[in-house]
T-cell receptor, first 113, second 114 residues
């Protein structure tokens, strides 16, 4: 069956370090993968999209990589700040098939001052 | 300000009492959808609409109805709510027909069915 997996355990890091979050998938032929940020009690906010033929995307302090061989996307936040503390969701859209991307359950990031 | 709005934000109701959660977007987006979010299960899509009068089921449509009579509005209807529909609901919209475009989410509606 198709699965999108994100680490359910919270990631705790110190301010200034690089945070790395993982999104693994199985039994998908991906078209693209998106990353969203969600704060408690609020709707997700889109951050980045990476296509299946792209290896890396950057936006300010954010970097996303996509390895279709490993079936994995990594989401990096460099020089992390307490304000980066949130839950980060990945959403994967399969090529063909459903029109809709499927969301992972998210990983909570906590940046300590 | 470009946004997706939902009402109400919080609702406590009883089993079987019909309710409607409204969703409106001011970005002239063609595509709109409803999700529910439950602990440990993540975001799951209920229904979506590609344009006015065009709706389709998502992953968990049972117990829900939608309509899309106007481009800006996409209400979610629970004809006979049950406790297993207690959840956090999000409406989202997206421009155009390309799924590559980002989705904009509303602030959420926390529904409790007693």
């Amino acid at each position: 069956s198709q699965k999108i997996e994100q680490n359910s355990e919270a990631l705790n890091i110190q301010e200034g370090k690089t945070a790395t979050l993982t999104c693994n998938y199985t039994n998908y032929s991906p078209a693209y993968l998106q990353w969203y940020r969600q704060d408690p009690g609020r709707g997700p906010v889109f951050l980045l999209l990476i296509r299946e033929n792209e290896k890396e995307k950057r936006k300010e302090r954010l970097k996303v990589t996509f390895d279709t061989t490993l079936k994995q996307s990594l989401f990096h936040i460099t020089a992390s700040q307490p304000a980066d503390s949130a839950t980060y969701l990945c959403a994967l859209k399969a090529s063909g098939g459903s029109y809709i991307p499927t969301f992972g359950r998210g990983t909570s990031l906590i940046v300590h001052p | 300000e470009a946004q997706v709005t939902q009402n109400p934000r919080y609702l406590i109701t009883v089993t079987g009492k019909k309710l409607t959660v409204t969703c409106s977007q001011n970005m002239n987006h063609e595509y709109m959808s409803w999700y529910r979010q439950d602990p440990g299960l993540g975001l799951r899509q209920i229904y979506y609409s590609m344009n006015v009068e065009v709706t389709d089921k998502g992953d968990v449509p049972e117990g829900y109805k939608v309509s899309r009579k106007e481009k800006r509005n996409f209400p979610l209807i629970l004809e006979s709510p049950s406790p297993n529909q207690t959840s956090l609901y999000f409406c989202a919209s997206r421009a155009g027909s390309s799924s590559y475009n980002e989705q904009f989410f509303g602030p959420g509606t926390r529904l409790t069915v007693l």
